[in-house]
């Protein structure tokens, strides 16, 4: 077992549920014993450690390695620590199997969480540091409910001329990411007694106008739209809830719908197609922004100084995109360029069995420690 895997084994181990899916006090929920164990075997490897305090009992961990003359520069290294929730107690015991490594965060993102942190303790022990670039690992909280480490992170000024974002890429360089926007929908009528419904105003079935309305005249608008890395914009809807019992009239229906975003699109222009919509409908719709965070899209530009030198080292030309949103997009508007890279694939994300190859682990790890030795 190399040392990557092994770091990778003892953090998936850890268990590191996002709160956000857990009870209170639950064993299993929080960052905070992979963010200590992340400093002690930071500390080891001759990196200065900090801690951010996010939230109550909740922090990103520092991991930094100095230049060997002055500060001239600064390159991030910023996975997540927190994992979606463990379904068994089998997905916190790491198993090898066939080139793979099984277990919860094994992909997203503990690996990238692995592969960062070995490859900035590997520059530190062989004393072949860059001359005027700080390299700093940030382990960040919270990425899989509201980016509240990232936005700590940002939110303190922090300045950094490249954020190199760990996801599962296929350790294929990500400049372009969707965003996020969830909506909460509601239409209300008028109760009667089943028996005499034409006494009363369906509420869901007023909704179901709306709903078939999101899947194909709104749907078909989405689709022709087109950006040339990720595509274009999506429309799902997710929930719906309404009614209280079969022989009353429903008075009340509410949706839940998940629009992924093209850079340029905003909240604001997102209510305005929406109003148009319903008013072409001619029903009567509450709207309600169901995320307290804004998720905005990423595109950062492939030339930009860094990102070009990332790609060359990863025999990369351009960038690519992905539908899915990360931390990038929260350090971006923050002032720090950001891109996404990391071992694994995105298909084996928050599944109950999660994995990743030990070639990505390695491939990666290797990529990395090239690239940072590089740097002026």
Same mark, same amino acid.
């Given at each position: 077992?190399?040392?990557? @895997?092994?770091?990778?084994?003892?953090?998936?181990?850890?268990?590191?549920?996002?709160?956000?899916?857990?009870?209170?006090?639950?064993?299993?929920?929080?960052?905070?014993?992979?963010?200590?164990?992340?400093?002690?075997?930071?500390?080891?490897?001759?990196?200065?450690?900090?801690?951010?305090?996010?939230?109550?009992?909740?922090?990103?961990?520092?991991?930094?390695?100095?230049?060997?003359?002055?500060?001239?520069?600064?390159?991030?290294?910023?996975?997540?620590?927190?994992?979606?929730?463990?379904?068994?107690?089998?997905?916190?015991?790491?198993? &090898?199997?066939?080139?793979?490594?099984?277990?919860?965060?094994?992909?997203?993102?503990?690996?990238?969480?692995? #592969?960062?942190?070995?490859?900035?303790?590997?520059?530190?022990?062989?004393?072949?540091?860059?001359?005027?670039?700080?390299?700093?690992?940030?382990?960040?909280?919270? @990425?899989?409910?509201?980016?509240?480490?990232? &936005?700590?992170?940002?939110?303190?000024?922090?300045?950094?001329?490249?954020?190199?974002?760990?996801?599962?890429?296929?350790?294929?360089?990500?400049?372009?990411?969707?965003?996020?926007?969830?909506?909460?929908?509601?239409?209300?009528?008028?109760?009667?007694?089943?028996?005499?419904?034409?006494?009363?105003?369906?509420?869901?079935?007023?909704?179901?106008?709306?709903?078939?309305?999101?899947?194909?005249?709104?749907?078909?608008?989405?689709?022709?739209?087109?950006?040339? /890395?990720?595509?274009?914009?999506?429309?799902?809807?997710?929930?719906?809830?309404?009614?209280?019992?079969?022989?009353?009239?429903?008075?009340?229906?509410?949706?839940?719908?998940? &629009?992924?975003?093209?850079?340029?699109?905003?909240?604001?222009?997102?209510?305005?197609? !929406?109003?148009? !919509?319903?008013?072409? /409908? *001619?029903?009567?719709?509450?709207?309600?922004?169901?995320?307290?965070?804004?998720?905005?899209?990423?595109?950062?530009?492939?030339?930009?100084?860094?990102? &070009?030198?990332?790609?060359?080292?990863?025999?990369?030309?351009? *960038?690519?995109?992905?539908?899915?949103?990360?931390?990038?997009? #929260?350090?971006?508007?923050? *002032?720090?360029?950001?891109?996404?890279?990391?071992?694994?694939?995105?298909?084996?994300?928050?599944?109950?069995?999660?994995?990743?190859?030990?070639?990505? !682990?390695?491939? *990666?790890?290797?990529?990395?420690?090239?690239?940072?030795?590089?740097?002026?």
């Amino acid at each position: 077992m190399t040392r990557v @895997e092994k770091l990778l084994s003892e953090l998936i181990a850890l268990p590191s549920v996002n709160p956000a899916f857990l009870p209170a006090h639950h064993p299993h929920a929080g960052e905070g014993r992979v963010a200590d164990f992340i400093a002690a075997w930071g500390a080891a490897a001759g990196l200065e450690i900090e801690f951010q305090a996010v939230a109550r009992q909740r922090r990103n961990v520092l991991c930094r390695l100095p230049p060997r003359g002055l500060m001239k520069s600064r390159i991030l290294l910023a996975p997540h620590l927190d994992t979606v929730n463990v379904v068994s107690g089998e997905q916190l015991v790491p198993i &090898r199997r066939a080139g793979r490594i099984h277990g919860r965060g094994a992909c997203d993102t503990k690996g990238s969480v692995a #592969v960062m942190l070995a490859a900035l303790a590997d520059v530190a022990r062989t004393g072949k540091r860059p001359q005027h670039t700080e390299i700093v690992f940030a382990g960040l909280v919270d @990425e899989e409910h509201a980016q509240a480490g990232a &936005r700590a992170l940002a939110d303190s000024g922090y300045e950094a001329d490249l954020a190199i974002v760990g996801e599962p890429t296929r350790l294929r360089i990500v400049t372009a990411h969707k965003g996020n926007v969830w909506w909460r929908l509601e239409t209300r009528g008028r109760a009667a007694h089943g028996a005499t419904p034409h006494n009363g105003r369906n509420a869901i079935l007023e909704m179901a106008r709306v709903v078939e309305a999101l899947e194909t005249r709104y749907r078909a608008r989405l689709n022709r739209r087109r950006h040339r /890395l990720l595509g274009s914009p999506t429309v799902s809807v997710g929930v719906i809830r309404g009614g209280t019992q079969a022989n009353i009239v429903p008075d009340h229906c509410e949706i839940e719908v998940d &629009r992924r975003t093209l850079p340029g699109e905003t909240h604001r222009s997102l209510r305005a197609e !929406l109003t148009t !919509l319903f008013r072409e /409908l *001619g029903v009567r719709v509450k709207l309600h922004a169901a995320k307290a965070v804004e998720c905005p899209p990423l595109e950062t530009r492939s030339h930009a100084p860094f990102v &070009r030198e990332f790609l060359a080292a990863a025999g990369q030309r351009t *960038g690519e995109g992905v539908h899915f949103f990360c931390d990038a997009a #929260v350090l971006a508007g923050g *002032g720090i360029p950001s891109i996404v890279f990391g071992p694994g694939d995105i298909a084996q994300a928050h599944t109950a069995d999660e994995w990743i190859t030990t070639s990505q !682990l390695e491939r *990666g790890h290797a990529l990395l420690v090239r690239y940072l030795r590089s740097l002026p």
